[in-house]
């Protein structure tokens, strides 16, 4: 990961990243519906913790993810 951050933020964020991407691993072998929902859920707690870590240090962060989230969705909606 390029070095956006300072040490402890970026140490903690690329366990963010490992631990969200394993659960997204996880999911793709659940065993059923309960399971498949933990392992989303795990992975959105994951994103939305870093979220708030960048949050903290650049105010803002967390409304432009929103923006672009939202301009992903009309873009897929209008293909689609």
């Known amino acids: 990961m390029a070095k ?38 795990v992975a959105l707690l994951k994103l939305g913790l870093a979220t708030g870590f960048v949050e903290q240090r650049h105010p803002g962060f967390a409304k432009d993810v929103e923006e672009k989230r939202q301009r992903v969705i009309a873009a897929l909606t209008q293909k689609h």
């Open 4 to 41: 956006l951050f300072d040490d402890e933020l970026n140490e903690a964020m690329q366990q963010l990243f490992d631990e969200t991407i394993e659960a997204i691993q996880l999911s793709k072998v659940s065993p059923d519906l309960d399971d498949l929902a933990a392992t989303f859920a």
